[in-house]
Nanobody, 127 residues
Framework: QVQLVESGGGLVQAGGSLRLSCVAS????????IGWFRQAPGKEREFVAA????????YYADSVKGRFTISRDNAKNTVYLQMNSLKPEDTAIYLC????????????????????WGQGTQVTVSS
């Protein structure tokens, strides 16, 4: 099917930066978008950012806009999430996800629009 592997998480102090990577493999031909979500213990899974595969259009949650940047490398089948000016409230497990739906804005912001998920990478921001 589709496999997604995240990397790049770690411990960083507030104001610092991290870059996450998501490598996709398998039957990815139907991909329309890759999204990043995050989940903290006891919290609902939250949309972070998404990028469409065909045009590279980007979408961000209000909470990260201006601080995070999502990008893709088609040749490497990889999506990146550059995270700057990190805050303690950014602490969570970050997961990348694969969507094969029509890449409409409101759909890309919902976790139910994504069929495949990676295992996640932990991001911890200390204050």
């Amino acid at each position: 099917q589709v496999q997604l592997v995240e990397s790049g998480g770690g411990l960083v102090q507030a104001g610092g930066s991290l870059r996450l990577s998501c490598v996709a493999s398998g039957r990815t031909f139907s991909r329309t978008a890759i999204g990043w979500f995050r989940q903290a213990p006891g919290k609902e899974r939250e949309f972070v950012a998404a990028i469409t595969w065909s045009t590279g259009s980007t979408y961000y949650a209000d909470s990260v806009k201006g601080r995070f940047t999502i990008s893709r490398d088609n040749a490497k089948n990889t999506v990146y999430l550059q995270m700057n000016s990190l805050k303690p409230e950014d602490t969570a497990i970050y997961l990348c996800a694969f969507s094969d739906l029509v890449p409409i804005d409101f759909l890309l912001r919902r976790s139910g629009s994504y069929a495949y998920w990676g295992q996640g990478t932990q991001v911890t921001v200390s204050s």
